[in-house]
Each structure stands twice: as C-alpha cells, then as structure tokens.
C-alpha cells in the first residue's frame, strides 16, 4: 500500500520531534512494506515569517493532494501579538479544521502505569490510575457559528458570538463516542450546560436518541462545570466524554493536565470520509527547541493514530504504540518525567526516537 | 441601624444550614446592636411543590422589599427530570439574578491551612496553600444572550445561543476585579478565549483599558483552556480571576472543588446599588438533608458578606469569621472535613452553630 502525507511541523519543538516521528515510520514501512510519501510545508509562524500568513495557499493545496496531514506544532513568542485571526494556532488550525471538515476530534488521556507521580492529583487518587476518551466535536458550535462580529459605538459597541449546533451534527459526534465506547469501558458521559443553553438541550435530545442505538453503551449526563470537579476527584469513573467544541476544548485540556505528561498524548482530527489531521497534544514549547530534549512521544503516537484512523494499518499502529509502552515501561523516558534527582538518566529527543524506531 | 433580608433557604441541607447562620446572626445582632428583620419565601423545590414554580411571584415580591437575600440552596432528585426553564436551580437563580441585575458575583476558593489534605491536588502543590477570588460577570454572556432558541425541522433542526457582550458589561464587572486586587495580592487574570470569540477580543481591549487606572495591580490574560490546566499546577500564583458568565461558572467550580471542602465557601452576587443574594457555593445535598450533619459554615459565611456588602457593617462581616476561624483552627469540624478514622469527633450542624455563635 502507498499514501501520501502532507508534513506540517510548524515551530518551536515541532521540527525535531517530527523527526523521530518521521524515523519510527521509516521503520513502520520496512516493517510492515507500506510505501509512505512525504511532503514538507510550512505553517505556523514559520509560516508567517516565509509567506506571510499562518496557512498559505501552498500548505493547504500539499494537504488537499496528501492522505492525511502530520501536523507538528505552532506559535511563540514571536507572533504572539499578532491579531487573533493571524496568529498561528489559530489561524492555521481552526481553517484547516473548517476547510477539511475535520468535525471529530478524539483526544485521548491515560495515566501511564509507572507516571502516576507526574499527574498534579492527590496520590490516593492518581494511585487509582485514569483512561479518558474525549471526543469533541471540532466544526460547530461557537466557534464557526454566524453571527459573530461586533456593532454599536463607544461604551454601548457590543460584540457577539453564536453557538449553533443542529440535529445532524450533534447526531455524527454522538455516535462516534457510542462506537468508541463499544471498544472500551462501554460508558458515555455527554458534558453539556442543559439548564442554561438552547444547543444544550438539543445536544441532550440527540445524545439520548443515537443512545438507543448502543444499548450495551451506558449514558450519563453531566454539566460542564460539574465536569470540571468530577474529574478531580473521580476520573477513574470517566471512560468516554463527548462534547461540543468548546466544552472539549476545556475538558481535553483539563484531562491531559490530570496525567501530568502532555509530552504523551496525541489527538485525531478526522472527517467523515477518514482524512485527518494528526498532532500532539502539547504546545511548540519555545523555552525548550532546539535543545534535543524535548519528548516525542506524543509526535510518535499520533503518527500512529494516522495509520490507524486514515490509512487503517491497525497492525502497523498497534506495533508504534507498543514499542513505546516499552520505552515507557522500561523507564526510557525525557528529562520532563523525571524527579529532579534522575535526571541524569534522562534520555534526549533522538535518543527516545532511535529506542521506539528499534523496537518497531 | 436596621435590616430587612428576606430568606429564601429552599431545599435538602439549605433549611438546616440557614438555621445556624440565624442563629450566628441573632448573636451578631446582639452584639453589634443591629436590628434584622427576617422574612421566609419558598424558593425551588419546595416552591414547585407549594406553587408550583421555583420563584412565585410573592417570593420576588418579599425580595423586592428586602435590603438583601439569603439564599440556602435549591434542587433535588424529586424535581430532576422537570424541563430546564422549570427546575428549581436554574428557574430560581437565573430570574432573580436577571430581575435584580446582580452582574457581579464574588467567588472566594481558599485552602485552609490544615484542611490540605482535603485538596484533591498531590500533596506538594496544595502544602503551598491558595487563595482566589473568582469574579465573575453574571447577567450577561451566553446565559441571557438574544436571541436563543430552534428553527428548522428534521434532521436539520437548529438550536442557537448567543454570547454577547457591550463594553459597559465588561468594564463595570473589570473595576470589581481590579479594586479586590488593590486589597489581596494586586493581581488580575482575565479568562477569555481571545483566539476563538470575538466576544473576548472586546473583554480583553475593556480589560486592558480599566488596566490603566489601576498602576498597582498586574494584569495577565489567560485562555480558558489554559487556565483549568495551570490552576491544577500552580493554583497559587492566582490571586483574582476576572472572568466572563460561562467562564466563570467553569472556574469558580473548580477553584472550589480545589479546596476539596465545598462546605466553607460562600458567594455574593450583587447589583450596582449594593443589593445582593448571599449564598453556600455547595449543592441542596439531598443525599444528607435532615441528617443534622452537614456543614452550615459555608451559609454562616454568606451571611457574613451579606453584612459586608449589603450593609456595609465590616466589623460584624469580621466578627464571623473570625468566629469561623476559629472554629476551623481549633479542629470543630463536621465530617466531611475528617478522615475516616476521625469521624468519631465530628461535629453536628447544631454545634458548629453553637460555637460559632458563642465565638462571636
Ligand atoms: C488554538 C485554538 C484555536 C485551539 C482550540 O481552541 O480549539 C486549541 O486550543 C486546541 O484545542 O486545539
Ligand atoms: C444553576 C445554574 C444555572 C448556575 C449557573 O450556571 O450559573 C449554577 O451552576 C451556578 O454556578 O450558580
């Protein structure tokens, strides 16, 4: 099998943990004989300072032509008092998200045996160990919804935003959590604010209707804000979460601070004919690039979950995710999951990629 | 100096914690030679059952005619599966906040020093304590947005919400923010989702704005996503966050839960004419109502800011909780506050009333 994907490692850390990310797959294809072609563009700030803007036409064309777009990360300092619309993350990701459709946006969040110490939550309570699947929906809600813009003057000038969700896009998004459920703990929790927004309780009507589909598949219901306590204190009882866009937005990135290991979590971003884009759940960490020490994990295991989601090469990512349970488990780890007085047994970025690309 | 507040105690634990805060005020009056005159509404639940709505026109009318409302809590299973607009929480809270336009409500989180343990955070991070006030904008935003509501049929039915934000909004609810910071730490974050809303691109150039007048106090900006991340890191280096209706919903919950003792904290929402509704930021707790065991500290709290803002009578709001203080310092807890192998010492609801009363 051959696929083509379009490479877009952005700034900061995002070129170099894209490299090993590129090394495991070479790997991958001697392995398991896929042909991989690659692609470069630029996006991001990189992009900005080349082109002038976050995603030029150049990148998109490369991802339209490509099977799946490897997305590293964006934006620092530097571009950091751009307009909202021109800055990086923004203006690269939500048009890519819009104009590839990308509606599913899977993130998932486990505490790693062995990293519990990493997660910021009490002992007794990351002891238990957590397994979180958010599924967000990635192209509605407030953030695409019209109108949005401002109107009126001086002190009475209002800005306005519109959250809208209809039956059909709540009922896509539903039923990937209930078919993601089916695979794992076989529990939804829908995360809504029902006593208080309109697109609440439709999501609410919908989620229980496309329930009705997957009697194996328990649901719960839960406010955001309840939400957001519930998962201090109990996320080992959390299996799937579904959301709208921005209540994922808020619930993934709470979840993937509960494991205390950003550097190893990656998300899917896909749309309904299987292209996707794949990237880490981190940052681009400018403190950190260019030293070789920033951890790959997580750039690794979301090229992975492109085999595994667009190219569907189930065995090729499944053996990714194993060779770096291994590293994990046999304590190869970067310097940012070490207490202070192990550090010297930290491992550097292309040591980790050379260990995961070896015991493909 | 005399006082009319009228009680709304509503549901499960609320009768029984308004009890005790009664009971405190009763000294508190004594004491500082004021005279309160007390008038019971039904509110919630029980208004449902008695009236057949959550806020009966008598019970806004009793409003009305106060200085203040001390408020218990609302809710409980019997009334769940009522349609929203209906249920007790949400058809009491957001009328009265609306009718008597109490935008700016106070949320104070503080990890008491020797409740730690109680903090779902590992150990190192909450032994460093801390202590937010989360201000947040409550009559606007996307709870009273126009317009809201469906249209379309079938699969393309629609639902829709509006966030929506004048600069007066936000200007009157950023000087709150900055003149608490003037009297804690001189800091204000200001939560937004700047990259996504064009909603928060008017809060931040507002805030900003306010910034000027207020030289002594720093002010960063931090997207929601963000800020439920670094408050599991580093809840410490808060001290006021400045935050929009829904945003605010978001953090001043997790702050709370942060404390891990929702039973002491307390929050005042209040109009530009001082008027204001006091209340426990814990639920109705059904599951413990008529027990005699939960605890009224976080009602005999609110009913100390309601001397404070309400009625401007700083020694008497001072005098309570020192009175608290004290009880907590001394270890005169209720159970939930005690480790297991502790509960033999926990104090009743009843008692802790007491103490406090006597501390006073
Ligand atoms: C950069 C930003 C627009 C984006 C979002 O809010 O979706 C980011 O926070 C994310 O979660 O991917
Ligand atoms: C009951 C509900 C409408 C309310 C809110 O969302 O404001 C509650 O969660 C609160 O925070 O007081």
């Not at 797959?25 to 992009?47: M, N, P, S, T, W």
């Amino acid at each position: 099998m051959s696929y083509q994907v379009a490479v877009l490692a952005g700034d900061g850390i995002g070129p170099e943990v894209m490299a090993e990310a590129r090394k495991v797959l070479a790997q991958v294809e001697k392995r398991f004989e896929l042909q991989i072609g690659y692609q470069d563009y630029d996006v991001g700030g990189v992009a900005i300072d080349n082109h002038g803007c976050p995603l030029p036409e150049a990148t998109l064309k490369g991802c339209e032509a490509a099977d799946a777009i490897l997305f590293g990360s964006v934006g620092g300092p530097k571009w950091e008092n751009l307009p909202p619309n021109d800055q990086p993350e923004r203006g690269a990701l939500l048009p890519l998200r819009g104009h590839f459709e990308l509606f599913c946006n899977l993130r998932p969040a486990k505490l790693h045996a062995g990293l519990e110490h990493m997660s910021p939550l009490r002992a007794d309570i990351s002891s238990r160990g957590f397994d979180v699947l958010c599924v967000r929906e990635l192209t509605g809600g407030i953030y695409f919804g019209k109108p949005k813009g401002r109107q009126g003057e001086g002190e009475a000038e209002e800005a306005f935003d519109t959250m809208r969700y209809s039956r059909a896009e709540v009922r896509r998004i539903a039923k990937i959590a209930f078919e993601a459920a089916q695979g794992r703990r076989k529990k939804v929790t829908s995360v809504d604010k029902a006593n208080v927004l309109a697109c609440s309780v439709l999501w609410r009507e919908v989620v229980e209707d496309v329930a009705k589909d997957y009697p194996d598949v328990t649901l719960e219901h839960i406010y955001i804000d309840n939400a957001t306590m519930q998962l201090l204190r109990r996320p080992d009882e959390f299996d799937v979460m579904l959301c709208s866009n921005l209540f994922g937005d808020i619930i993934s990135d709470e979840i993937a601070m509960l494991t205390g290991s950003m550097g190893l979590l990656s998300s899917a971003s896909q749309n309904s004919k299987g292209f996707g884009l794949y990237e880490p759940a981190g940052g681009s960490a400018p403190d950190i690039a260019g030293l070789g020490i920033a951890n790959p994990v997580a750039q690794i295991l979301s090229a992975a979950l492109m085999l595994r989601h667009s190219f569907k090469e189930e065995e090729a990512a499944a053996a990714i995710e194993r060779a770096v349970s291994k590293a994990l488990s046999e304590g190869y780890l970067t310097g940012e999951l070490l207490a202070a007085e192990q550090r010297a047994d930290a491992k550097r970025t292309s040591e980790m990629g050379d260990f995961i690309a070896q015991a493909i």
